[in-house]
């Protein structure tokens, strides 16, 4: 097309506005076209006194779909900052993309805008197509055109105006959701509050319960301790009597009287042994119970358990069974307390053991011990094999074997010694106690 009087102008709007249509352009982007071809075009018409105009759709490229392009070659030369610093700028919001180029005799501007992807794709029958229907129709009159444009005016305002309503709307929509906001946010603010107020009373009624329980418990210690201090000499002086009784220079007892005393002497041994568990659980709780830490010898441990408790299996089917720690066998340790922690363990297992064996071995670590006692008893269901260390915890058929106090007084010498005691057992299968300590503690 050629921009040559003021009636061109007007042409030049209504075929690029029939130009966009054509090729898939939405109303909103014939709009832009339309409006962006008569600025420029009025502009070089008085600048230059017109220009050509060529409507182009270049091939797609890779990463750029279809799109419609529009070159203005003015007439003459038009210094490039002059258009992007007067013209292009208001032109460019109105288009993808806007380009002076003015190398050459001419200045050319160059605009495009992209086509929608689901547009009918511009091959060559159909740019053919759109030639024919285009050469067809005889542009408008500039009356015509005025009058299309006050109605696409119109049409915007009207479409301004709606926008506007419900924009109106959603701010009212907005200022109450945040009215609710700001309600829920103070409700919220008091209940947390409120819980923080709750939280605080809870932790100092825990704090009170917490002191009311350490109170208690170490009461319970004095008690134990005091209770078993009292006990152990009237016990010890019950054992004395029942052995001068049976000594062989007293005068000798009948049958009936031999077996009585030897039930006293065996019902003070007992009540003995419990004053002395519950005189050392209340020494290990109250914390007076310290390591005496040094250089102990596993062979020497082993032999002297060996020699007492051997005495204990009163069964013969049972073997005690205390094999020799492979050497060297040094562990800094307290010998006391280790002691007492192996012999609780053998103690048991030859007290519950029927037939087979209570067999003691240790294993070497990279930094430390593993101290395993085993044996072929009944063996402990898996539902209360942490319950046998609670105090005063006993297996059901068992309560008159023993005091329910020497696994939980091991388990609590094992980590008072930087170890700790855990058990396997299956029934039927006997259980297997493994105490593990670091070669050097303290």
């Known amino acids: 097309m050629a921009l040559r009087v003021e009636h061109d102008i007007f042409v030049v709007r209504q075929r690029g506005r029939e130009v966009a249509l054509a090729v898939g352009l939405e109303n909103q982007d014939q709009i832009r076209i339309a409006t962006a071809l008569s600025e420029v075009a009025r502009y070089l018409l008085g600048r230059v006194g017109g220009a050509d105009v060529t409507f182009l759709a270049p091939p797609a490229t890779a990463g750029c779909g279809p799109v419609l392009r529009i070159d203005l070659t003015a007439l003459g030369a038009v210094p490039a900052d002059e258009l992007r610093h007067g013209q292009s700028v208001p032109v460019g919001r109105l288009v993808d993309s806007l380009d002076v180029d003015d190398r050459g005799a001419a200045t050319v501007v160059r605009m495009s805008r992209r086509i929608p992807p689901g547009a009918e794709p511009l091959d060559n029958d159909r740019l053919r197509r759109i030639r024919a229907d285009l050469a067809a129709n005889s542009p408008g009159t500039p009356l015509d055109e005025l009058a299309l444009q006050n109605q696409q005016l119109i049409t915007a305002l009207d479409e301004v105006r709606t926008q506007r309503d419900e924009l109106a709307v959603l701010n009212d929509e907005l200022a109450e959701t945040n009215r609710g906001v700001m309600a829920l946010y103070g409700q919220l603010s008091e209940e947390l509050e409120e819980t923080n107020r709750g ?43 029942a052995r001068l009784i049976t000594d062989s220079g007293s005068d000798p007892l009948t049958e009936e009287q031999s077996r009585q005393v030897e039930l006293i002497r065996t019902s003070a041994a007992d009540l003995l042994s419990l004053v002395n568990d519950l005189l050392d659980l209340a020494k290990a709780e109250s914390g007076r119970l310290e390591p005496s830490w040094d250089e102990v010898d596993l062979r020497v441990v082993f032999g002297q358990l060996r020699g007492t408790l051997r005495a ?43 037939s087979g064996e209570v067999r003691m071995r240790a294993e070497r670590l990279a930094d430390g011990w593993r101290l395993i006692v085993s044996d072929t008893g009944p063996g402990i269901p898996h539902e209360l094999q942490n319950r046998i260390f609670e105090e005063f915890y006993q297996l059901p058929g068992t309560r008159s074997r023993g005091t329910g106090l020497g696994l939980s007084y091991a388990r609590r010498l094992a980590t008072l010694l930087g170890g700790s005691l855990e058990l396997t057992s299956e029934p039927g299968r006997g259980s297997t106690f493994v105490v593990t300590l670091p070669t050097h503690g303290g």
């Open 199 to 241: 939280v605080v009373a809870l932790y100092a009624e825990l704090d009170e319960k917490s002191a009311q329980l350490r109170a208690a418990s170490e009461a319970k210690s004095r008690f134990l301790a005091n209770v078993s201090h009292e006990l152990r000499a009237p016990v010890t002086a019950i054992l004395g009597l």
């Open 312 to 354: 204990l299996a009163t069964s013969a089917k049972v073997e005690l069974v205390v094999e020799e720690p492979p050497q060297p066998a040094t562990i800094r340790s307290d010998e006391v307390l280790l002691s007492q922690v192996l012999r609780n363990l053998l103690h048991n297992g030859l007290k519950f053991t029927e």
